[in-house]
């Protein structure tokens, strides 16, 4: 890549990588620049590539990623993903999603710290919002059904609807909304559609003012 552009970059910006994306030696600046891009600057950008650079070593995996975060973005339907109860019997996320105007989905895992220190602000979220039409859904990452199951008392869990992600390593959910670090949360419609992919935590004061304007 000329050492040039990359310095111009530094002090133009986007502008400079969209005039010079006709140049195969841009590549290498998409790629280490990609997750500092909005939607729209990936969009134009995506657009104004040749699709068979889009192929290339360098771009494939961010613009393989770029099309995930189309999938799951606000707006789109949510994908299905398969859990178990407490009591161990199956249950899908479609099997909640319709019965309220919302549903947050929480996931967490017994053995994350951050996850378990949302819990209790967790609680308090759900005494402000009761009566409301919202559903509080937990999706735990824990390989290990009994140690999530030992876990409700102690987090202010139980009575509350909490399920264990099957197989959450390789769960398609996981992978197609990356959700590799948790915790981490999400608003889904009645109509299954995701309304927020990525809301504020429990603890913040931005998660009560977004799930009241939804309602």
């Known amino acids: 890549v000329r050492g040039s552009l990359i310095e111009e970059f530094v002090t133009n910006g986007y502008a400079l990588l969209i005039e010079n994306v006709a140049d195969p030696t841009s590549d290498s600046i998409v790629l280490a620049h990609f997750y500092m891009l909005s939607p729209e600057q990936k969009a134009e950008l995506f657009a104004a590539i040749p699709a068979e650079r889009l192929e290339n070593a360098v771009l494939k995996p961010v613009y393989d990623e770029y099309q995930i975060e189309l999938m799951t973005s606000a707006g789109s339907p949510f994908i299905d993903i398969v859990s178990l109860k407490a009591d161990g019997s199956v249950l899908a996320l479609s099997e909640l999603v319709g019965k ?75 992978y197609e909304y990356n959700i590799q670090l948790i915790p981490r949360y999400m608003i889904i419609d009645k109509n299954g559609k995701i309304v927020n992919d990525n809301a504020p935590r429990p603890s913040s004061k931005e998660i009560e003012r977004v799930v009241t304007s939804l309602l």
């Open 100 to 174: 309220t105007d919302y549903v947050l989905v929480d996931f967490w895992a017994s053995w994350c710290r951050p996850c378990c220190a949302e819990l209790e602000p967790a609680a308090a979220l759900r005494e402000r919002m009761k009566g409301k039409d919202v559903e509080f859904i937990y999706l735990s990452k824990d390989e290990d059904h009994s140690k999530m199951c030992e876990s409700l008392d102690k987090l202010k869990l139980t009575g509350c609807k909490v399920y264990r992600i099957l197989n959450p390593k390789a769960a398609k959910f996981i």
